[in-house]
């Protein structure tokens, strides 16, 4: 579905992107997973168009969407969950979800908007429940469903996921994580998601990448990287790391 | 026909080939951040690993050798920490420097998935009983089958190395429906077979897979019609990660190449350049997913050619060409290499020994047996009887051990081998493989 060659992302004059290369293939779930700082944003952004590559290809279902427009992008197929939900606040979960159609919104369109909208609260059915509370009161699970359900609202065929857990109690990032591999069961999206809890991310993905100071060092099978020394050491807390020779 | 992992092993070429890009970038990058030989190279050629862009780019980056592996002796090649590492091989060198690979847990887990690949290539399933008349030890052969024939199901039979009479007992009361050996053991055992009076028909027997020294169609003729079996050949190496790298399937029409964790380069042996695609020359290969021990352009030495066209077993991997020749002097000898360079190096630790030698290689009972002829000084010659006797015994004690095989050496007068001008067969065959 979307096949990343040699991706080089700069901020000013610092490299932040050397040679990226992935891909995700349809109804997967892959993992991104490394340090702070290492590049998982950035790999997301460059995809997204917010912070474009100076080189590389990025091909999104045969065309390559590399120096679009994110608002083309968007309409593409691809939606990104930014880190921090960066929900609007100060407007009710019914209106953060009508601006997560933005890109289509249309009194012709009213109709089918209701439906997705109606879809988002079939799945998250405590948004309906708060449908006109200010979605600044809401707590921080539920803004974190809030922000998925204004990703699902431009109907993505491939959905980039930021951080999902960041800032969340460990029982409800549980719950997130639950919702994200029921997204990939009923919804059949395709994620890519970046997260600093690599363990979770892991154990909901298919495949994961191991990107260390803008390069890639791994590619493999959820259970490989689960297995891995390195990968366990440096991301997932076991066993800590010992000088050697 | 079953295919083990239908997801990459028919994968589309393109997405083989990204798939191949990402895991080469990250080996690289592996490699450059833990292995201080690559970093070196590297660091000499003023390249940095983000330079790679193309799985083409590759063929800016040098060989490595076996010398290189030797030099390396023994963990310098490796790119983990020896604490991460859960198993250790070598190749059969005695003494001198023998070269030794580490493997990882999850090198181990994706050496059994592809030694599942070959033997479900072949037509094992969990409903056959495997013999393994591999030597278990230092050397991968046995193992790696041994691991992929558990992860199918089938019934594991590691009866290892030698006693063929015991071996056909077991085969014939264990009823084995596999055989996994070398293909000229497999022979031995069909000649024992006669001597036993046990008619192959009455046996379970029904496929081969065989590996570790060439062979020809002949051959696979001759064994498939003396032990009713289909023989199928697989390919290898040490080196690289063990048996695993590629195998037939039921079509016998070359041997599939697992591309998903290894490229494959065809170059000229001579100077090193890449050969257009179909070309014949020596195999060069790079490993995709191996952690502990990973090569970059590992020179094999084997000489083949690459075939893209899609096999009617719908496998899209690559097949290369079944193995016949080498392009170094390397003999295999009951499945252990021998270079001529080897015995060359013994030869000069003995006073009298003129450097000049033969080696005759031929095949009794249907095992190799090696035969070395020495030229000694004259002076040697004319000595006593028993001087010479004690010369010729240690000659071969030390050749023995030296090689990891037994030798026969004969002593012979000067200027006796044969010369064509004034160059020296070194080796002659008489093997019919």
């Not at chain 2, 076996?66 to 060198?93: C, I, N, Q, W």
């Not at chain 2, 032990?227 to 050949?233: M, P």
């Not at chain 2, 015994?393 to 037994?406: A, D, F, P, Q, Y």
């Amino acid at each position: 579905m979307l096949r990343i060659k040699n991706i080089n992302t700069y901020y000013g004059k610092v490299h932040a992107l050397k040679n990226v290369s992935i891909h995700v293939n349809v109804g997967e779930i892959v993992a991104l997973i490394g340090a702070n700082g290492a590049g998982k944003t950035t790999v997301l952004n460059s995809i997204s168009g917010i912070t474009p590559p100076r080189e590389g290809e990025a091909i999104f279902k045969g065309v390559n969407i590399l120096g679009l427009p994110t608002d083309q992008i968007v309409k593409m197929g691809i939606s990104q969950i930014p880190e921090g939900r960066q929900i609007f606040a100060p407007l009710t979960v019914s209106t953060n979800l009508e601006l997560g159609a933005y890109h289509r919104y249309s009194r012709k369109n009213k109709s089918s908007l209701k439906k997705d909208i109606e879809d988002v609260f079939s799945f998250f059915p405590i948004l309906r429940e708060r449908r006109n509370q200010i979605a600044g009161t809401l707590s921080g699970g539920e803004q974190q469903m809030l922000a998925i359900g204004r990703a699902l609202m431009s109907k993505p065929s491939l959905l980039l996921l930021d951080e999902p857990s960041m800032g969340l109690a460990p029982m409800i990032s549980k719950d997130i994580f639950r919702m994200i591999s029921r997204l990939k069961d009923e919804l059949k999206t395709t994620i890519l998601i970046v997260e600093q809890n690599a363990k979770a991310a892991l154990q909901l993905a298919d495949r994961g990448y191991v990107i260390e100071t803008g390069k890639i060092i791994m590619e493999e099978s959820s259970k490989g990287l689960l297995n891995n020394k390195e990968v366990q050491r440096a991301y997932l807390g076991k066993e800590k790391k010992e000088i050697w020779e | 026909m079953n295919i083990w992992d239908k997801d990459y092993e028919c994968m589309p070429r393109e997405d083989i080939e990204q798939l191949q890009l990402e895991r080469l970038q990250s080996t690289l990058n592996r490699v450059y951040k833990n292995v201080q030989f690559y970093r070196k190279i590297f660091d000499k050629l003023n390249v940095l690993p983000e330079d790679i862009q193309s799985i083409q780019d590759l063929s800016n980056l040098p060989f490595t050798t076996k010398d290189d592996l030797r030099d390396s002796y023994p963990y310098d090649m490796f790119a983990v920490s020896l604490r991460e590492v859960v198993r250790l091989h070598s190749t059969s060198g005695m003494t001198g420097k023998p070269i030794v690979v580490g493997y990882t847990k999850n090198d181990l887990k994706n050496w059994s998935n592809l030694a599942a690949r070959i033997l479900t290539a072949g037509g094992v399933t969990k409903d056959d009983m495997v013999q393994i008349a591999f030597a278990y030890g230092l050397l991968t052969g046995a193992f790696g089958i041994h691991y992929g024939a558990e992860k199918i199901g089938a019934s594991v039979i590691p009866t290892s190395s030698g006693h063929t009479e015991k071996q056909i007992i077991i085969m014939k009361d264990y009823k084995t429906t596999t055989l996994v050996c070398t293909p000229s053991y497999a022979l031995r055992i069909a000649d024992t077979m006669v001597n036993m009076e046990i008619d192959p028909k009455t046996l379970n027997l029904r496929l081969g897979l065989f590996g570790g020294e060439p062979w020809s169609e002949n051959m696979r003729k001759e064994i498939e019609g003396r032990l009713y079996i289909d023989a199928l050949d697989n390919y290898g190496l040490s080196e690289v990660i063990g048996p695993g790298v590629a195998a037939e399937c039921q079509y016998k029409d070359g041997l599939h190449l697992f591309e998903d964790h290894f490229i494959p380069e065809i170059i000229d042996p001579s100077t090193g350049n890449l050969l257009p695609p179909g070309e014949k020359g020596e195999l060069v290969i790079t490993t995709l997913t191996k952690e502990a021990f990973p090569m970059i352009r590992f020179r094999t030495g084997d000489i083949t050619k690459l075939n893209w066209r899609q096999c009617d077993c719908g496998r899209t991997c690559v097949r290369i060409e079944k193995i016949m020749e080498r392009t170094d002097n390397m003999l295999i000898i009951k499945g252990v290499s021998v270079f001529p360079s080897q015995i060359e190096l013994v030869l000069y630790e003995f006073e009298g020994c003129e450097p000049h030698f033969q080696l005759v290689v031929d095949r009794k009972d249907r095992m190799d047996v090696l035969e070395v002829l020495v030229e000694v000084s004259e002076r040697i010659f004319f000595d006593e009887m028993k001087k010479q006797r004690r010369l010729l015994e240690n000659i071969k004690e030390r050749l023995s051990s030296v090689l990891g095989v037994n030798v026969d050496v004969k002593l012979v007068e000067p200027q006796s081998i044969e010369r064509d001008l004034n160059k020296y067969k070194r080796i002659i065959d008489k093997r019919v493989i």
